[in-house]
């Protein structure tokens, strides 16, 4: 089955700086990438997701890149706030009929020191 | 607009207890559910999912199970707790399409003592 590793496990940048989280995923087929932000002690929400035909896609400051030929994705924050401390899943999906599997990665705690 | 509601928020339980945490989603029909725990941690693991009443199928082998008495009532369930069995759990649902956005309950946080 899938299997997904994240990596850093924590990262901690200034205000404004750049956060780069990195993921690798194993079956050659999940075709459906999503990050999720969990702030503490509240449940995980979609921030941005991505689909295996498309490379990149961005949303304001965050943005998620792809590369199927090496079965790795990323989130990119520009100009961090102290506000986007959290911890950050990403996930991969097999093309599954009627519903989604989601695989998440074991997570990174963001920190955004002002 | 859709909404799932998760219960109790916390949990304290001895070994040996039996254990019943619910999920109920309004606002849509038919939707696929999810039972995901997340060890102090660690990520998000799936332990069961469902794609429609009475049908349960299991990620892992462990001490507990699931139950869809309802199109939209999602029930995680033990006999007998273990210690291992303390964690955060998650209930989650997701439109019948595929790849499309789950969204959480606020969890259970379990602790077995």
């Known amino acids: 089955g899938e299997n997904v590793e994240q990596h850093p496990s924590t990262l901690s940048v200034q205000e404004g700086d750049s956060a780069v989280i990195k993921c690798t995923y194993s079956?050659?087929?999940?075709?459906?990438f999503p990050w999720y932000k969990q702030e503490l002690g509240k449940r995980p929400q979609l921030i941005i997701d991505?689909?295996?035909?498309?490379g990149e896609k961005k949303d304001q400051r965050i943005a998620v890149t792809l590369n199927k030929t090496a079965k790795h994705f990323s989130l990119h924050i520009t100009e961090t706030q102290p506000e986007d401390s959290a911890v950050y899943f990403c996930a991969a999906s097999p093309p599954l009929t009627g519903f989604q599997k989601l695989v998440f990665g074991t997570g990174t705690r963001l920190l955004v020191s002002p | 607009s859709q909404t799932i509601h998760q219960w109790p928020a916390t949990l304290v339980q001895p070994v040996g207890s039996p254990l019943s945490l619910e999920c109920t989603v309004e606002g849509t029909s038919n939707p696929n559910l999810y039972w995901y725990r997340q060890a102090a941690g660690r990520g998000l693991q799936l332990l069961f999912y469902?794609?429609?009443?009475?049908?349960i199928s299991s990620e892992v082998p462990q001490n507990l199970s699931a139950s869809r008495p309802q199109d939209r009532q999602f029930i995680l369930s033990s006999k007998k707790l273990l210690l291992s069995d303390s964690g955060f759990y998650l209930c989650?649902?997701?439109?019948?399409?595929?790849?499309?956005?789950?969204?959480f309950g606020q969890g259970t946080r379990l602790t077995v003592v």
């Open positions: 469902s794609v429609g009443i009475g049908q």
């Open positions: 991505i689909r295996s035909n498309v």
């Open positions: 079956d050659s087929a999940s075709n459906y």
């Open positions: 989650a649902w997701s439109g019948g399409q595929l790849n499309t956005e789950a969204f």
